[in-house]
């Protein structure tokens, strides 16, 4: 799991150095930054991204890495009637999740004064399952986000909460919401 985490990390790290190389022809803005994310089952972790978007067109492309730790939980013996053999055997999973995310998605921005704007997105998600329960390691979904960028000359930095709602994977979590600050290069 260390491993994938780190190869991912670099990846985005990789791209992230791309998107400054090709700031220089001006054709295209990139943005890197990390922050926290929430999950169901109370889970806490981290995510960590990279994006580009061309600056004439409406679109951003997202590659980002989800991490969520074990969730920590007391054991309580109780006694079961008969009726819980019967039950589905379906477990929540309850150990470490870490997902690779691709996102492209249409960007509208709102121009509030000088060097303020609120960036909108919305468009469909891709994730892979790096590190998690057994069982599919894709899932496909829906995400939607805001971001407040305060421009700082020609860069900027951004404030951003994204929801992702996922379908197609073997356990929770079903959707999540990384709140992360970044810098646009």
Known sequence: MRRRLCESLALILALGATLAAAQTEGGIVGTAGGGLLFTVLGRQG??????????????????????????????VEAPCPAVCAQTSTVHPYWGAITTLTLAPALQLTEHNGPGLSMLYR?????????????????M????????????????????????????GGSADPRW?????IGWQF
Not at 50 to 69: E, G, H, K, N, T
Not at 145 to 157: I, K
């Open 176 to 180: 999540f919401v990384p709140v992360t």
């Open 122 to 138: 919305a468009g469909p998600a891709v994730s892979a399952l790096l590190d998690g329960p057994p069982g599919p390691t894709t």
């Open 46 to 75: 981290f995510q960590f991204f990279a994006q580009v978007a061309p600056r004439r067109l409406p679109l951003v492309f997202d590659a980002s890495i989800q991490s969520a730790p074990p969730v920590q939980y007391a054991i």
């Open 140 to 167: 496909e979904g829906l995400r939607a986000g805001v971001s407040l960028r305060f421009a700082v000359g020609s860069q900027a930095f951004l404030i951003s909460g994204d929801y992702f709602h996922l379908w």
